[in-house]
Structure formats: structure tokens, C-alpha cells
């Protein structure tokens, strides 16, 4: 008789961490899979344990997600950096190789494109992105893949107006901007990504047009917002967090485990049931 399988291990990590759904998502993976002796945990961290907590894995590591605020404190510590994540300054994900190498990619953008192709969006004349963090700079990344015409990101501050500006021609993709108190011109593109907190979109709600195009909302948990909530009643389309976070953790879970396609229809499913018990 042969050793048993080797036990693996994966987590997701950051700050805060008890609301993550990943846990979910890539055990249902393995189990679909027939990965028994994979685990998946969490673990809350900062960015000052970070280097600490990466050095002390040992052998049985296959790979980490990582959640905010490590998408680029990680970046120092990696040994190879995807074009994906060095575009956008920031990894959601590390796989550690046989020899002991960190490699860190960023399934964010793809994830984002994966979601809205899903949904037959493959092309669209125009978008708009409320909010301008690290998700802000993904769906730019994203949107250069999708989007034919203007793209227009509505801030809060002069900083994040020269924040976005700033991704746009790292990215080589143009990006203009407006203020904040200009957002309720957003709603009428064909294409709306919100990537702002919970609540920041609430006061939005009223304004959604007779005929809405599609909004691409990246919260999952309370769901729906209100802005999707008004959306749908519009009978507009809307994409939610969820599917961001399926198609995310799909990439990951076939970059960790070597296994491909990932089980997206038991992921996405496990994730629902997640969300509907809380």
C-alpha cells in the first residue's frame, strides 16, 4: 500500500476576516473535487504579522487569498508577481510552489470580466465606477477589456480624483472623473460599478432611471443594497458581489490546486446557502 495523500493547506487572511465567504467557497470546491485531505481556514491579520505569518508556513502550503488590507502589503514578500497584479499594485492571492517560491496574482480582474461575460456583457460603449480604492483599480483593469468607449470614475476628494487618473495611465486605459455629488449621472450609463462600502450607494436609490442598463454591484453581504434593490425593481440587470467572489475564488482554486475548470455551479451554490443563513 501506498503513503496516504499529503494534507494541503490554504486560508484566506486580513483584517477584517469573520464575514469572509471564501472559507465556504473553496470547501465546497475540494469537496466537489474529491480533495480530501484539503483544508481551507482564516486566520485575522494585519499588516504587521504578515511577514511573520508567511514565513512561519510550512511545506503543506499550497496558497493564500489575502483581503484588504494585505493586497499590497504582500507585494515585498513575493518572489514573482503576475502582470495582473503588478498592473494594479495589488495580489488577492499567493500559490506556493514545490520549490518553496511565492508567486502572487490577482484574480480580481479576471474574476470581474469572468462575472460580467457570464452575463453576456463582452462589450459595452460607455461605464461609470462609484468609489475610487483597490477595487476602483480593478474594475479599470477589467473594463479595458470590456468597455469601448469612456469610463468615468465619480470620487469623494481631489486625492482620489488624481488617485484614479493615475491607475488610468498606469493602465493605459483613460479615466475621467467627477465629483461625488455629481454620482446620480452615473446611473446612466451601460454600465455601473459600484465598489464602494456598505451604505455609501444608499442615498443613490432614488435616482435610477426608468430604463436602467447594468449594475455591477461588488457587495455581497448585506445584499441586496439598496441601489440593486431600486435597480431591480427598474427591471434593470444587476450583477452582484457574489458573482465577483465565485469567479475570484474559481481562479484560485485552480491555481492552488492544479485542478481545472473549478466547480463553479457548487461554489456559487454553497455561497448562496452561506448567505441566506446569516
Known amino acids: 500500500m501506498g503513503d496516504p495523500p499529503a494534507e494541503r493547506h490554504a486560508a484566506v487572511i486580513g483584517s477584517p476576516i469573520a464575514h469572509s465567504l471564501s472559507p465556504v467557497l473553496h470547501r465546497a470546491a475540494y469537496r466537489a473535487l474529491g480533495l480530501d485531505t484539503w483544508d481551507y ?10 511577514p511573520g505569518f508567511i514565513e512561519g508556513l510550512g511545506p503543506g502550503w499550497a496558497g493564500l487569498s489575502l483581503t484588504m488590507p494585505l493586497k499590497r502589503a504582500v507585494l515585498p514578500l513575493l518572489d514573482e508577481i503576475s502582470e495582473t497584479a503588478a498592473s494594479i499594485e495589488a495580489a488577492n492571492t499567493v500559490v506556493f510552489g514545490d520549490d518553496g517560491r511565492r508567486r502572487g496574482d ?41 468597455c469601448t468607449g469612456h469610463i468615468t470614475a465619480y470620487v469623494r476628494s481631489d486625492e482620489r480624483a488624481r488617485e484614479m487618473h493615475g491607475w ?42 426608468e430604463r436602467p442598463g447594468v449594475l455591477f454591484d461588488v457587495l455581497y453581504d448585506p445584499w441586496p443594497t439598496a441601489l440593486a434593490g431600486a435597480w431591480t ?44 443563513a446569516r
Do not use: K
Open 41 to 50: 481556514g482564516r486566520f485575522e491579520m494585519d499588516e504587521r504579522g504578515l
Open 106 to 146: 490577482n484574480t480580481d480582474v479576471p474574476g470581474m470580466v469572468r462575472a460580467l461575460r457570464e452575463r453576456g456583457l463582452t462589450e459595452v460603449g460607455g461605464a461609470a465606477i462609484l468609489g475610487a480604492g483597490a477595487t476602483a483599480a480593478s474594475a479599470v483593469a477589467a473594463l479595458g477589456q470590456v
Open 168 to 209: 488610468g495611465e498606469r493602465l493605459g486605459i483613460p479615466v475621467r472623473t467627477a465629483a461625488w455629488s455629481d454620482a446620480e449621472r452615473a446611473l446612466t450609463e451601460p454600465l455601473v460599478i459600484a465598489t464602494t462600502p456598505a451604505g455609501a450607494t444608499d442615498g443613490l436609490a432614488g435616482a435610477v432611471p
Open 233 to 276: 425593481r427598474r427591471r434593470g440587470h444587476v450583477i452582484g458581489g457574489l458573482d465577483l467572489l465565485v469567479h475570484q475564488a474559481v481562479l484560485q482554486v485552480e491555481a492552488m490546486t492544479g485542478i481545472a475548470p473549478a466547480p463553479v455551479r457548487q461554489m456559487r451554490a454553497a455561497g448562496r446557502a452561506a448567505l441566506a
